[in-house]
């Protein structure tokens, strides 16, 4: 059965940091892209970054880059979310998704990603 758990939301103060875990299990953790998407209340569901597994490439949404950075541990079948210099606009549900291919373009649409993690809120105040 394919897990995808995510931890380490919470409430931060605007300009703060936050590092969001995901730990996969059920599926070959090496051919996969993982990757985070985010809901705001009232607003589609938007992918946020992707990384390959196999070659640790990745994609960031323009709104987060250069605050946000995606990292894998294969040993440990994890993705990490590290975000700082957060901003209120980043208050939303977090989801990890996997999908088993290597191209982390598919992290631009949210109908691509074939499994799904439960959500972690990450609520950022001003």
């Known amino acids: 059965e394919v897990q995808l758990v995510e931890s380490g939301g919470g409430l931060v103060q605007a300009g703060g940091s936050l590092r969001l875990s995901c730990a996969a299990s059920?599926?070959?953790?090496?051919?996969?892209?993982i990757g985070w998407f985010r809901q705001a209340p009232g607003k589609e569901r938007e992918g946020v970054s992707c990384?390959?597994?196999?070659?640790?490439?990745?994609y960031y949404a323009d709104s987060v880059k250069g605050r946000f950075t995606i990292s894998s541990d294969n040993a440990k079948n994890t993705v990490y979310l590290q975000m700082n210099s957060l901003k209120p606009e980043d208050t939303a549900d977090y989801y990890c998704?996997?999908?088993?291919?290597?191209?982390?373009?598919?992290?631009?649409?949210?109908?691509?990603?074939?499994?799904w993690g439960k959500g972690t809120l990450v609520t950022v105040s001003p």
């Open positions: 998704a996997a999908a088993p291919t290597d191209y982390t373009g598919i992290c631009r649409v949210n109908y691509g990603m074939d499994y």
């Open positions: 990384i390959s597994t196999s070659d640790g490439s990745t």
């Open positions: 059920g599926f070959t953790f090496d051919d996969y892209v």
